[in-house]
């Protein structure tokens, strides 16, 4: 088990966790000796009793929360006779990099797009817009135990993507994180992103609470399932969204000490051990613990050659890979190591991690470059979709899901070539890539995870974002209005028929509502977060003379005011409410040491009571009361979820 907790794995040697552990319930009366004394022995069956007690409590919460067998596969195939004690980096400082596109909204060359737009298209796309940006945070966020973790579903899937879940939470930094309550929710789902990977590295989504994997199905075991992982497809790119994001938010204005959140223990573990498992993944066919059931070669997936990149089994759109080496991830991953090493020269300062990013990313960089770039039958470099280093190349072929060759500008690597770039875009957004589609209505790459001729608004985003040249406006604008197209019952979806843009796959997919908003800031230059301030406030004001909770109450019926009202104040006012932070879930389950305390509360009252009635019997007379036999289930009740 790697433990968090070691000097050996701290990351800086005056660094605390800013985190407050919670503290186990020790009498201070002295030593555990010198309470027994004072106990005597009428306390002594109270004293055992209790001792017995807090075992059972902390076996509880090493089953629920230790880190699972699959983190240690990775860790245990690692060479870890380098195992440096908490040695501080000693290298020269790296410059900054620009934060990702998912967090600035921005676009290097500002641009405008209105003027290709109607009215009624510049408005509704602005509508929109306000009505994305806090839709995650209305109905797919679940903050827990004061927001310290969040956990943020994809939408029409109750699971938290690693991926999914960053570009939602991303929208709200820099000019949204002037809102306090709001900088808790994000940090929240960065410390649930952390707790996911060590759980198990290779998952791509997660439960919201913990299942007991006994209770599973075989079908759902042997594809990983169990504790909080609810999918186990192996996707590089998780990690380097993750990544990535920890570099946004450090990054980002609005922020007091980011490098707080950054230095607490389980960031740290997270990072490194996501770094190692990309290590070990350079050398899958020797090295990997991954087996997966939908891969050939009993889960081990086809055959890879030895190329500096790190292997992957599934690409973004959860669709297994054809070759191991998914080149656009590859270069996803360069530019998260990048990141990553700047994070450890202003914060963490561990040379372990510097040694290990610094000599991945290079490794990572020469496979690109050396098995990433092919020839195509005209001539043109051009960045391969996937390769295997052996031979096998799938090029020619784009999949709308990010990272994507066509995103290769918006990932952030320092080292793409923009000529290859350009030419692999022409060729992509084409009919020679076998999922590019044109109908009657829409345009645009798919994916092979949908049906054919269906089109994904988040490859227009990306399409649009990356456009050039002098009509580079009315291109982007001409994006902006097949979104409109796409956009039916005023939501984004996952993907749209190029014939019949109303016909979709996915009702409600929070990705795809966060890229919306990212493009409607970046091109039409407005903040999307006061607009849906306005909705959340005029939503309100729709509802003022509701009753509470849909119930009648007559004096809602006979004044017309808002419940009972006694200050005849008027409804209809808006900024009377609270707005978009009062419709965020919070989950209202006891935590955890509220149970403790609970339970222990109970046993000593049955312990006391029993004790009156007994005269004091000793502890081989004493058997489990009805209450503290129901209090029993309800602790494995709270175990398993």
Not at 364 to 378: L, R
Request: include cysteine.
């Amino acid at each position: 088990m790697r433990d968090s907790n070691k000097v050996s794995r701290s990351p800086g040697s005056n660094q605390r966790s800013v985190m407050p552990r919670r503290q186990s319930h020790v009498s201070k009366g002295g030593t555990a000796q010198s309470r027994v004394s004072h106990i005597g022995l009428l306390g002594l069956p109270i004293f055992i009793i209790l001792s017995l007690f807090n075992l059972g409590i902390a076996l509880l919460r090493l089953e629920k929360h230790q880190y699972t067998n699959r983190a240690l596969e990775v860790t245990s195939t690692l060479d870890s006779s380098a195992r440096q004690s908490n040695v501080v980096l000693d290298s020269p400082s790296r410059p900054l990099l620009p934060p990702s596109i998912w967090s600035t909204r921005k676009l290097q060359e500002p641009v405008d797009i209105s003027p290709f737009l109607s009215a009624n298209e510049t408005e509704r796309a602005k509508n929109l817009c306000g009505k994305f940006i806090y839709s995650t945070l209305q109905r797919a966020v679940q903050a827990g135990d004061m927001a310290e973790e969040v956990f943020v579903e994809t939408g029409d899937i109750e699971f938290m993507w690693i991926r999914d879940s960053v570009v939602q939470m991303s929208t709200y930094l820099n000019h949204h994180m002037d809102k306090p309550w709001l900088r808790f929710i994000v940090e929240g789902a960065i410390r649930r992103n952390a707790f996911n990977i060590l759980q198990d590295p290779y998952a791509n989504a997660f439960y919201h609470e913990w299942k007991n994997p006994d209770e599973l199905s075989l079908k759902d075991r042997v594809i990983g399932r169990g504790g909080f992982v609810a999918t186990r497809n192996y996707e590089l790119d998780s990690g380097a969204y993750f990544l990535s994001h920890l570099y946004d938010y450090y990054m980002a204005k609005d922020i007091y000490r980011p490098e707080a959140l950054l230095a607490e223990p389980m960031i740290f573990e997270a990072v490194l051990l996501m770094v190692e498992t990309w290590i070990v993944e350079q050398n899958h066919e020797e090295k990997s613990p991954y087996r997966y059931f939908e891969l050939s070669r009993e889960g081990l997936g086809t055959e890879t050659g030895y190329t500096g990149m790190t292997w992957t089994g599934f690409r973004p759109s959860d669709d297994a890979c054809k070759f191991g080496y998914l080149v656009p991830a590859n270069i996803h991953a360069a530019a998260a190591l990048e990141r990553v090493l700047i994070l450890n020269n202003n914060i963490w300062k561990h040379q372990e991690l510097e040694t290990k990013a610094s000599r991945l990313l290079s490794d990572i960089e020469e496979g690109i470059n050396n098995f990433g770039v092919v020839t195509d039958q005209n001539g043109n470099q051009i960045y391969a979709y996937e390769v295997d280093g052996l031979g096998g190349v799938l090029s020619g072929f784009d999949d709308a899901n990010i990272p994507s060759l066509l995103s290769i500008p918006l990932l952030g690597w320092s080292g793409y070539d923009h000529q290859i770039y350009l030419a692999t875009r022409n060729k992509i957004l084409s009919h020679e890539n076998t999922h590019y589609f044109e109908g009657s209505q829409l345009k645009g790459i798919g994916s092979p995870h949908t049906p054919k001729n269906n089109v994904w608004p988040m490859a227009l985003v990306i399409q649009g974002l990356t456009e050039e040249g002098n009509d580079r406006a009315e291109k982007m604008a001409f994006q902006m209005k097949q979104l409109l197209l796409t956009a039916c019952k005023d939501a984004m979806h996952e993907s749209n028929k190029v014939d019949s843009a109303c016909l979709f796959t996915r009702t409600w997919f929070e990705w795809a509502n966060a890229l919306f908003v990212l493009y409607a800031e970046a091109t039409l230059g407005v903040q999307c977060d006061a607009i849906g301030n306005s909705l959340a406030w005029e939503t309100a004001v729709a509802h003022a003379n509701d009753p509470p909770n849909g119930n009648e109450n007559k004096n809602v019926r006979l004044f017309g005011k808002f419940y009972s009202n006694p200050y005849h104040n008027n409804p209809e006012l808006s900024h009377h409410y609270q707005g978009v932070a009062a419709s965020v879930k919070f989950d209202t389950t006891p935590s955890t040491i509220d149970v403790e305390k609970k339970i222990k509360n109970e046993v000593i009252a049955a312990f006391f009571a029993r004790e009156r009635k007994q005269n004091a019997p000793k502890i081989q007379d004493l058997k489990v009361s009805p209450a503290s036999n129901s209090l029993r289930h309800g602790t494995e009740r709270n175990a398993e979820g």
